[in-house]
């Protein structure tokens, strides 16, 4: 079965720039979306298609996926975006993966 | 604006079945534009994609839970629904209904709120 890997826990400081990563084999031939997740919040789509924003998304979230590798990248990270963030792409035969999630902590 | 609702009791016995409902308004689940999913998350732990249906017919599973799950769609009360069997309490959690986006099953772009089922005697 198809695994998305990612690192349990982050921190970084107001307005420093954050990269959580998400690794998967060949990751790069697939489409990457990621999600963030607020405690006691449903998740909410930031990116899809590797760095695409949905509307009302602030511009300082972006994306890419190459290799084995995608990654998000919060420019200008604020309070607020301090959350739980997960990859998900779809796989030919375990279809929607996500992976285990990182924590990022703005301090 | 779409809106996704789940529905359904909190707590169910092992070895019983979870049955769980997700109104949709703002939408159809008639359209051939989407399909609908069902994704958990247990306490404190992160997300599990556990299938996906078009009104149609066509479905995904994630295939360690296929033999256990149905998912099916009815229009008539524009509700999709899912039903898991033979359940433990590692089935404990919060479960979300939501939406793929149009003529795509690759990610996810509308949610419901989630309700929390508890597996326990």
């Known amino acids: 079965s198809y695994e998305l890997t990612q690192a349990p826990s982050m921190s970084v400081s107001p307005g420093q720039t954050a990269s959580i990563t998400c690794s998967g084999d060949k990751l790069g031939d697939k489409y990457a979306s990621w999600y963030q997740q607020k405690p006691g919040q449903s998740p909410v789509l930031v990116l899809y298609?590797?760095?695409k924003r949905p509307s009302g998304i602030p511009e300082r979230f972006s994306g890419s996926n190459s290799g084995n590798t995608a990654t998000l990248t919060i420019s200008g990270t604020q309070a607020m975006d301090e959350a739980d963030y997960y990859c998900?792409?779809?796989?030919?035969?375990?279809?929607?993966?996500f992976g285990g999630g990182t924590k990022l902590t703005v301090l | 604006q779409l809106q996704l609702q789940e529905s359904g009791p909190g707590l169910v016995k092992p070895s019983e079945t979870l049955s769980l409902t997700c109104t949709v308004s703002?939408?159809?689940?008639?359209?051939?534009?989407?399909?609908w999913g069902w994704i958990r998350q247990p306490p404190g732990k992160g997300l599990e994609w556990i299938g996906s249906?078009?009104?149609?017919?066509?479905?995904y599973f994630h295939p360690s839970l296929k033999s256990r799950v149905i998912i099916s769609v009815d229009t008539s009360k524009n509700q999709f629904s899912l039903n898991l069997n033979s359940v433990t309490v590692a089935d404990t959690a919060v479960y979300y209904c939501a939406r793929h986006p149009p003529g795509s099953v690759e990610y996810f772009d509308y949610w419901g709120q989630g309700i929390l089922v508890t597996v326990s005697s």
């Open positions: 998900q792409a779809w796989d030919s035969s375990s279809f929607v993966v």
């Open positions: 298609q590797d760095d």
């Open positions: 249906v078009h009104y149609r017919g066509s479905t």
């Open positions: 703002g939408g159809s689940t008639r359209s051939n534009s989407y399909h």
